[in-house]
Each structure stands twice: as structure tokens, then as C-alpha cells.
């Protein structure tokens, strides 16, 4: 057997041979038989090309290379009852880091009193908040729990539909005041309109339902979703905005409701290895119900 792969069990074999003087004695103490315990300390014996005991009449004697041996023995058993303490703990333990992913929106808009909650109720959390519009990979623990406005397909994932968000035209009535009001979605050529300078996936099905949404129709093209807001609340245009934060804005104006409506669906994401650890349960759990009262059922 080679020596780099020695399996450790061999050494904590051993080092209950040593400590309990016998195959027999060892064997009780594991809860092993007889026979196991003597092909394991044959075998470690063979990888290390050494001697770990003399047998005789009156039983084993450890040698040289044993008691040489022992103390690293002893190490790996405090280190091995170390990991078994702490797995279960880490695991039950409401602590550690959590990476979240959500649109640069809904994370900027709607995660930080959710998270300043999350933080109240869980002191021992640190989140780590990855602001994106492009959905982070979760097989490849790019994040640990994602909020994301389409249905995983993965089945690894586990996934939890939350609700959904509508999205809406509006304006500023700063903006309605020195440029009137459109009517129609024809009137729209007629305004500064706000939107995206790259067609993301997401958007595709939205062109192809309305295709006054061109670039070159726009005024402002920036990417930013949360620098298009902003330019919506600072009177520049009209733009596309998440019902459900308008609402919060009295001065922001639902525009042409009929003509112009999208729904996403609302799902939180997470990979089913990790819904066995306390803290990303506690996560996905919190987020889950406090997005449902936001967003809607």
C-alpha cells in the first residue's frame, strides 16, 4: 500500500491498541471484532513499512516506530472528535456567512430593511448582498440564495414561488406637469422616454409585446436598473417602474395602466444541500415571508 494513502481509520486503530494494551481490548473499546483490528494494524504496518508491535505469549509490545508514532495519533482523534462536535453545531447554529443574490432593484429598493430584520432576529449572520440583473450561478455556489424573476429549471434547486411584482410606465408629475400627459402609446414618441442601452434576456419577451420599447426611442439609456428609478423620481422621463414601489411615491403617475402591463413571477432560490444548514434555512425562511407581504401573493 502506498503511504500517501494511508486510510486514517488505521491510526485510530492502532492508537487504541496502544491505549488499551490488546487486539481483544481495542476491538471492545471500537466496536470492532478481533479480526478487524489485526488486518488494520497489518495494513498500516505494510503502508509505513515498519514494525508497530511484537507479538508474543503475553501479548503485544508497541515498538519504537509505535511510540514514535502515538503522539500524531492522539492528535488526529482530538482533531476527528473536534469535527464532530463542530459539524453538528455549524450545522443547528444560526451563524456564518450567507451570500444573497437579487436585481440591483429589488436589493437597493426592498432587501435592506428585510435584511436589517434578518440581522435583529439573527445576530450571529453576516450577509454578503451580490447586486446583479443577470442571475448569479447557484450550482457553482456563485451565491447561496437567490430572489430571481423566473422559475429555476434545475432540479437540484430548491425553489419557493413568493408572488408575483407587476411593472408599470410612470412619471413624475414634475415631469407630466412641463410635458403633458400621454394618452395613447403613440403619444409616447412625443416624450423623453427611459431605458436600457443593452437588451438583457429578461427584456426579450417584453420587446416582442411592445415594441415602442426600442433603444433608439429612449432618451436615457443606462443599464443601471436603479439609475433608471432614480431618473423616474428626478422628473426626466417616463420609465418603467415595479408598481408596488411606485406606490410608495405619490408624485410618481401610472401611466396608460391598459395599454402597457408586465407580471414576473417572484421565486426564491436556494441549492437543496444547504437547506440542512441552520443558518441558510433561517435565511431562505425569513426572506420568503417577508417578500410575501410586499410583493403580494
Same mark, same amino acid.
Request: glycine share 4%; net charge neutral; hydrophobic share 45%.
Given at each position: 500500500m502506498d503511504k500517501h494513502h494511508v486510510?486514517?481509520?488505521?491510526?485510530r486503530v492502532v492508537l487504541a491498541v496502544l491505549e488499551e494494551g490488546s487486539?481483544?481490548? !481495542?476491538?471492545? =473499546?471500537?466496536?470492532?471484532?478481533?479480526?478487524?483490528?489485526?488486518?488494520? #494494524?497489518?495494513?498500516?504496518?505494510r503502508a509505513l513499512g515498519v514494525t508497530l508491535f511484537t507479538r508474543s505469549q503475553t501479548g503485544l509490545?508497541? +515498538? #519504537?516506530?509505535?511510540?514514535?508514532?502515538?503522539?500524531?495519533?492522539?492528535?488526529?482523534?482530538? +482533531?476527528? !472528535? =473536534?469535527?464532530?462536535?463542530?459539524?453538528?453545531?455549524?450545522?443547528?447554529?444560526?451563524?456564518?456567512?450567507?451570500?444573497?443574490?437579487?436585481?440591483?432593484?429589488?436589493?437597493?429598493e426592498i432587501l435592506p430593511p428585510i435584511l436589517a430584520d434578518l440581522k435583529y432576529a439573527h445576530p450571529g449572520l453576516k450577509i454578503e448582498l451580490v447586486l446583479s440583473d443577470q442571475n448569479q450561478d447557484l450550482l457553482n455556489r456563485d451565491?447561496?440564495?437567490?430572489?430571481?424573476?423566473?422559475?429555476?429549471?434545475?432540479?437540484?434547486?430548491?425553489?419557493k414561488r413568493i408572488g408575483n411584482v407587476t411593472l408599470g410606465l410612470y =412619471?413624475?408629475?414634475r415631469y407630466l406637469q412641463q410635458q403633458g400627459t400621454p394618452q395613447t402609446v403613440a403619444d409616447l414618441t412625443q416624450h423623453s422616454l427611459i431605458g436600457f442601452d443593452t437588451i438583457l434576456p429578461y427584456m426579450r419577451p417584453i420587446l416582442a409585446q411592445f415594441p415602442f420599447?426600442?433603444?433608439?426611442?429612449?432618451?436615457?439609456?443606462?443599464?443601471?436598473?436603479?439609475a433608471q428609478l432614480a431618473a423616474i423620481r428626478a422628473g426626466f422621463g417616463i420609465g418603467i417602474c415595479q408598481d408596488h414601489l411606485a406606490r410608495r411615491e405619490q408624485a410618481l403617475v401610472h401611466l396608460l395602466p391598459e395599454a402597457?402591463?408586465?407580471?414576473?413571477? #417572484?421565486?426564491? #432560490?436556494?441549492?437543496?444541500?444547504?437547506?440542512?444548514?441552520?443558518?441558510?434555512? =433561517?435565511v431562505f425562511e425569513f426572506v420568503a415571508g417577508r417578500l410575501g407581504e410586499m410583493v403580494g401573493k
Open positions: 486510510n486514517w481509520e488505521h491510526y487486539l481483544s481490548a !481495542a476491538a471492545r =473499546a471500537l466496536g470492532l471484532t478481533q479480526p478487524t483490528v489485526g488486518r488494520q #494494524v497489518e495494513a498500516l504496518e509490545t508497541p +515498538t #519504537v516506530s509505535a511510540l514514535a508514532l502515538k503522539p500524531f495519533a492522539e492528535n488526529l482523534k482530538m +482533531t476527528a !472528535a =473536534a469535527l464532530e462536535r463542530t459539524i453538528p453545531a455549524e450545522a443547528n447554529d444560526v451563524r456564518g456567512t450567507v451570500r444573497l443574490t437579487a436585481s440591483e432593484v429589488v436589493g437597493t451565491a447561496d440564495i437567490a430572489i430571481r424573476m423566473a422559475q429555476p429549471t434545475q432540479d437540484v434547486l430548491v425553489a =412619471a413624475h408629475q420599447l426600442q433603444r433608439e426611442s429612449f432618451s436615457l439609456r443606462v443599464d443601471n436598473s436603479v402597457f402591463a408586465v407580471e414576473f413571477p #417572484v421565486w426564491l #432560490v436556494m441549492h437543496e444541500d444547504l437547506k440542512r444548514m441552520a443558518r441558510y434555512r =433561517a
